[in-house]
T-cell receptor, first 114, second 115 residues
């Protein structure tokens, strides 16, 4: 079965600092991977996704992620944090066959201080 | 012009009651989903419908019954509510059936509290 593990339930950064949120996957087949963001009291919104086309994926709001097969990782980064980035971030893996079924990680709360 | 909407936003009820949550999407998508997010923010799929047909049914108690009157609507009915049903329920939709790279669009969630 496919799964993702997010290391760190909370990550704190200062405004302007590098953001790094970690996600490792487990899959016996090449995975499709996603990062979703959940702002307070809102639904989830797609940040970016890896669909095997390119290993470095750029998303919205300046975020990007790199798929590294050798490390089974898909970490999310942003060069300079903004206060508005404070949110819950979820990594997810999709089934490869049949209808799409997303399996989410446990989430990482990003805290941004001035 | 909300893409995926849910009603109600908040639902507080007593144990043993029956309640429904409604979801509507105006994106023209064929596939809709229900997710449950628990108090630790863990998000898990419950059901998925494609054009009114059930395609994913996770190990959910049969007190939960989804209904899709048309492909733009997916409602969730819960019988005999229990304390453990307290959670935020999210509806989502996606455009292309069977496209495992497709983007899912989420509603704002319904916070259910069972007393």
């Amino acid at each position: 079965a496919q799964s993702v593990t997010q290391l760190g339930s909370h990550v704190s950064v200062s405004e302007g600092a590098l953001v790094l949120l970690r996600c490792n996957y487990s899959s016996s087949v090449p995975p499709y991977l996603f990062w979703y963001v959940q702002y307070p009291n809102q639904g989830l919104q797609l940040l970016l996704k890896y669909t095997s086309a390119a290993t470095l994926v750029k998303g919205i709001n300046g975020f990007e992620a790199e798929f590294k097969k050798s490390e089974t990782s898909f970490h999310l980064t942003k060069p300079s944090a903004h206060m508005s980035d404070a949110a819950e971030y979820f990594c997810a893996v999709s089934s490869n066959t049949g209808f799409q079924k997303l399996v989410f990680g446990t989430g990482t709360r990003l805290l941004v201080s001035p | 012009d909300t893409a995926v909407s849910q009603t109600p936003k908040y639902l507080v009820t007593q144990m043993g009651n029956d309640k429904s949550i409604k979801c509507e999407q105006n994106l023209g998508h064929d596939t809709m989903y229900w997710y449950k997010q628990d108090s630790k923010k863990f998000l898990k799929i419950m059901f998925s419908y494609n054009n009114k047909e059930l395609i994913i049914n996770e190990t959910v108690p049969n007190r939960f019954s989804p209904k899709s009157p048309d492909k733009a609507h997916l409602n969730l009915h819960i019988n005999s509510l229990e304390l453990g049903d307290s959670a935020v329920y999210f509806c989502a939709s996606s455009q292309v059936p069977g496209l495992n790279t497709d983007t899912q669009y989420f509603g704002p969630g319904t916070r259910l509290t069972v007393l």
